[in-house]
């Protein structure tokens, strides 16, 4: 019963930043500190950082699954922690890139913020692989946000067997969105406005 209660206690507020986290994301993407009056450099050296900080939460999720699978349950858990921080992590940088500098546009090869139809021609269907790439990652990122707060509150209420059935769906799209995200990085990089 009172992990029941520990679950429920934490249900508003896994509500409450499921829907915070994308409503906020996406208003801040839209702001340009520069637009506001501040004068900040863009912070264009965050990309490679955040998509390394995807690449090695991958890393860890596949090792956390690993150590669990061996009876290491303390592993287990300081990986699933650390993948946690730097799922974080990269939210920040991410904004915090986004918020200093100018996105790029999939395809612009003379970097003038304009998707040329030489340009368009040249990138062909890659362009439609990037984007369908791009959106799976990027709703699946809101998806795994209740998913991940679900799965971790009810391994700290010490309900594992729920907590075991729904880490079989959270974890394939967590590991998803993560190694996605680093090949997202890797085909926009070339873009890149600095």
């Known amino acids: 019963m009172e992990n029941s209660s520990l679950e429920k206690k934490y249900n508003t507020l896994i509500i409450a930043v499921s829907v915070l986290i994308p409503v906020v994301v996406a208003i801040l993407f839209g702001v340009k500190l520069k637009d506001l009056g501040y004068n900040v450099a863009p912070l264009s050296f965050l990309p490679p950082i955040y998509a390394a900080t995807n690449g090695v939460t991958a890393i860890l999720l596949v090792a956390a699954v690993v150590a669990i699978k061996n009876g290491k349950r303390k ?11 730097l799922s974080i992590a990269f939210l920040v940088m991410y904004v915090a890139y986004h918020m200093t500098s100018v996105s790029a546009i999939f395809g612009d090869s003379n970097h003038n913020l304009i998707l040329e139809d030489s340009e368009r021609v040249t990138i062909g269907s890659l362009r439609i692989v990037y984007l369908l790439i791009l959106i799976t990652h990027i709703i699946l990122s809101i998806v795994i946000i209740p998913m991940v707060l679900i799965t971790y509150v009810r391994a700290l209420a010490q309900n594992f067997e729920s907590h075991k059935k729904i880490s079989k769906i959270t974890f394939p799209i967590w590991l998803y969105v993560a190694v996605t995200g680093v090949i997202v990085y890797l085909m926009i990089s070339p873009y890149y406005v600095y």
């Open 75 to 85: 592993l287990h858990e300081r990986l699933m922690t650390g993948a946690i921080a």
